[in-house]
């Protein structure tokens, strides 16, 4: 005796139905994959970002001049208010400062030892090389920029915008330290307080501007972009280590 199974048929509407719903779902797609590309240069752009603040990064932890790091040094065109109180005295300090401070413009050996100023040229110094070992303060990323290799011989890379190129520019000036104020013409009306803290001055200040410019040239629109980041440091001299014996 022969048995057969029959099962009922997908219906004709029903089948219709199953077409047009994926039909609509493959017409999100390309807008998905537009969506998810979109999101992959936002990282690129990101992991750019991260390049250039670690350039700047790496420039702030060098010291503040090459002339004599651990004390305050004078300038020749900053606010007079950052001045030393008495220059002559061997514990010349700024207006305000702790008298316990180790902030000093004077080295510890004494007003014998001299006053020491900050660099009026900025760059590599006498016997410098344009070289990682004799960096020795901030300034000396002056006019230096570094390529990126994305994309060697072998195709190997660490960065996800291979094929393209990077250009990390690094300058630094110094910067206007003090801020005017503007009378108001009568009583009623308020002053003001003006600061532009990107103003380069001539001569030397307490603030060092850097500047790390990151350039990116590929073929995708989106990631060719110019990343500048802003940082600033002070000539405010170094802490020291408190030694004692046990």
């Not at 014998?112 to 410098?128: C, K, M, T, Y």
């Not at 500047?211 to 073929?219: D, I």
Request: charged share 15%; glycine share 6%.
């Amino acid at each position: 005796m022969n048995f057969s199974l029959q099962r009922p048929a997908i219906a004709m509407i029903e089948l219709i139905f199953a077409i047009v719903v994926m039909g609509i779902v493959m017409m999100s797609a390309p807008q998905l994959l537009s969506t998810a590309s979109k999101s992959g240069y936002v990282a690129i752009q990101q992991e750019g970002i991260n390049e250039a603040a670690t350039q700047v990064n790496m420039i702030l932890d060098y010291p503040w001049d090459e002339n004599n790091t651990n004390t305050v040094l004078v300038v020749d065109n900053g606010d007079a208010n950052l001045s030393a109180t008495d220059i002559t005295d061997s514990d010349a300090r700024r207006a305000g400062t702790s008298p316990f401070s180790t902030r000093l413009f004077v080295s510890t050996a004494g007003i014998q030892a001299g006053v020491f100023n900050a660099s009026a040229v900025l760059g590599n110094d006498i016997g410098e090389n344009n070289t990682s070992l004799d960096r020795d303060d901030i300034d000396d990323f002056n006019g230096t920029s570094v390529n990126l290799v994305l994309d060697d011989a072998t195709g190997a890379s660490d960065y996800i915008e291979k094929g393209a190129q990077i250009n990390i520019a690094r300058t630094v000036n110094y910067m206007q330290d003090n801020a005017s104020y503007n009378s108001p013409a009568d009583s009623g009306t308020p002053g003001r307080l003006d600061f532009n803290p990107f103003i380069n001055k001539a001569g030397t200040t307490n603030i060092k501007h850097i500047q790390v410019t990151l350039t990116s040239t590929s073929g995708v629109a989106e990631l060719a972009k110019t990343i500048t980041l802003h940082a600033f440091s002070c000539n405010i001299g170094t802490y020291e280590l408190k030694e004692t014996t046990p």
